[in-house]
């Protein structure tokens, strides 16, 4: 997996500004690691599957998650981030 660009769409922004300054710390660490290397372990890096098919995700801790979209040319679109929950409110 190649990035070379990261960006966020709106409902991203949103709950990531809701989540605690603790997570939100946690989750740019997390995005620092996954830009470096995808496939490092901590992340737990999987493809999603049913209604989710094409999207990705990431684990910043045991209960919160991104997840994110692979375009072409390595730009990775994040969608959605916050608890387990967000793999039933994510429609991309």
């Not at 098919?53 to 990775?76: A, E, H, Q, T, Y």
Request: hydrophobic share 40%; with cysteine; aromatic share 10%.
């Amino acid at each position: 997996m190649k990035i070379t660009v990261i960006h966020y769409n709106s409902r991203f922004e949103k709950q990531f500004l809701a989540l605690s300054k603790i997570v939100q710390k946690k989750a740019c660490k997390c995005e620092v690691l996954f830009r470096n290397n995808p496939f490092h372990k901590s992340l737990r890096l999987h493809k999603l599957k049913e209604k989710l098919v094409g999207l990705w995700s990431i684990s910043i801790d045991k209960k919160n998650r991104i997840i994110f979209k692979c375009m072409d040319d390595g730009v990775i679109i994040f969608a959605s981030i916050g608890a387990h929950a967000i793999y039933e409110e994510t429609g991309c």
